[in-house]
């Protein structure tokens, strides 16, 4: 048997160990933490259960796709239960918003602050639906881009789609609200992009949301983390946690393995689920790479990192919902103090996940447990959160007290733990404590992306969110996808010997 090395174990390195030991391949997590799920990692504490990264689950025929992979049902391992509205939107003149994929409820919605933008609402999702197709119908989303000849097929169908356009570019064609204009254009937020520099490529999310949902998974999405576990162990796959890889071994410029805890474990094809920057500047010595030194690394740009709250409360608000999101006054300005200025406002944007609205379990009887986030530069800033993490916290709450009506809340608080740039670059090995990896911009995408497979070492490839096609739960699954074709491309033939056997084992004596 094959044997593939995967380090970490974040949504894209789960997916694709169940994808290569599907196929036959004999594959081995290697995680630095204790537990699987990268930034879906989960805390419980006193009675509350949070979510610590990723709450939002979109797309859920790309995730029935990895439980396919295997030969399994993601309805025998998970329940689904899906959200209306998808968010409430509070703005900062007090006026709000129910996000949702109806399209005459949000025509309604959008109509408290335009008609005019309400009436375009049809003509908006008429001209998005192409990009969708491209990247999820026709699969761009999932084929790695490695070679001038596949980019340069697909650029004249993004510039005939207007894909290149800045999403927030993007939607103001269709809507002039600064309110309507805000909810179709902040969601490369989500993914670590600035809506003002995205390419509109990225707009197909809120597509993709109307067409297949907003979905909770029951448990929360750690749920959906242990599912994929308990999939790759039944199909004999390995998982070591608390196994730090601190080297990819390369010899005559092809990966031989890994070193984890001082041990070296040989592998056939080693993938690096972990930060690409952190891996290529830390875990493969400088005279194998060639096109990723440290200086070409230094030059990517980073995406955004977040500050995290996470805060039980022995008493329940229902002006949340189960995604809230509350803006400050600023859009634009705001983004580039985050993204180009990297300084900490004195304003702020909150999202909130409150999982205990529609999940019981999550919280103790008639108590609430959300978590709080907030945008923030990454650790290239300067800022020390050493001192700052206190006192924004305190600004944090002071705001939700005297500003949103939660007049009690600190009163109320039974839990509250941080999570702060420092802790993404400490406990996630995440270059410059990133949230989001390698920012969504054009010239980081699709070719000019980290690729899939090593542009500097053979058998090496990579998955998650820092290569193609980028960030978002659904976004590293399809790079699971792509990067799977890359795997067995390299080793057809060794997958092809597997399948020919399976159809013999088949076949009637
Ligand atoms: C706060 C937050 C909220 C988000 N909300 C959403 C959402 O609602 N919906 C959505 O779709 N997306 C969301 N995202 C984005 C989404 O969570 C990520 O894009 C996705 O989970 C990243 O998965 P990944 O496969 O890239 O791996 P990661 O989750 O980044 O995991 C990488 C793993 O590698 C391990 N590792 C690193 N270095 C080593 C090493 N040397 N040895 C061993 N192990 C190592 C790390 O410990 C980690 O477990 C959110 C992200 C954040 C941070």
Known sequence: ?????????????????????????????????????????????????????????????????????????????????????????????????????????????????????????????????????????????????????????????????????????????YFKDERNRFAFSFHPLFIGGSPFRAPSIYIMIPYLEKAAGVWYAKGGMYSLVKAFEQVFLEIGGSVHTNAEVSEIVVEHGRAKGVVA????????????????????????????????????????????????????????????????????????????????????????????????????????????SMYLLVPVPHLGSGIDWHTQAGPFKERILNFLESEFGMTDLRANIEVLEMFTPLDFESQLNSHLGNAFAIEPRLSQSALFRPHNRSEDIERLYFVGAGTHPGGGVPGVLLSAEATEKCVVEDLGEFVARREAAHIRELEPA
């Not at 419980?44 to 259960?49: H, P």
């Not at 041990?263 to 875990?283: M, P, Q, R």
Request: net charge positive.
């Open 1 to 173: 048997m094959k044997k593939v090395a995967i380090i970490g174990s974040g949504f894209g390195g789960l997916a694709e160990a169940i994808r290569l030991q599907s196929r036959g391949f004999d594959v081995t997590i290697f995680e630095k933490r204790e537990k699987v799920g990268g930034r879906a990692y989960q805390l419980v504490k006193n009675g509350y259960t949070f979510d610590m990264g990723p709450s939002l689950v979109t797309a859920p025929f790309i995730i029935e796709r990895v439980f396919e992979a295997a030969g399994k049902r993601l309805e025998d391992y998970i329940e689904l239960q899906s959200l209306d509205p998808f968010y409430r939107i509070y703005f900062h003149d007090k006026s709000c918003m129910d996000y949702s994929g109806d399209a005459e409820k949000m025509k309604k919605e959008m109509a408290k602050f335009n008609p005019a933008d309400a009436a375009n609402y049809d003509k908006f999702f008429e001209d998005v639906r192409p990009i969708y197709d491209a990247v999820i119908t026709d699969g761009l989303g999932s084929t790695p881009f490695l070679t001038w000849k596949s980019f340069l097929s697909f650029v004249p169908r993004a510039l005939s789609l207007g894909g290149l356009t800045p999403v927030y570019a993007f939607a103001s064609k």
């Open 261 to 368: 805890n001082g041990e070296f474990h040989a592998a056939d094809a080693v993938i690096s689920n972990g930060d690409v920057a952190f891996t290529y500047k830390n875990l493969i010595k400088p005279q194998h790479r060639k096109k990723w030194t440290d200086s070409s690394v230094d030059k990517l740009h980073i995406t955004m990192s977040c500050f995290l709250l996470y805060i039980g409360t022995k008493k329940q608000y229902p002006q949340l919902k189960h995604h809230t999101l509350i803006l400050s006054r600023r859009y634009k300005e705001l983004v580039r103090d985050i993204f180009e200025r990297k300084i900490l406002a004195d304003d702020f944007s909150i999202y909130l996940h409150v999982p205990s609205r529609s999940d019981a379990s999550m919280a103790p009887h008639g108590c609430e």
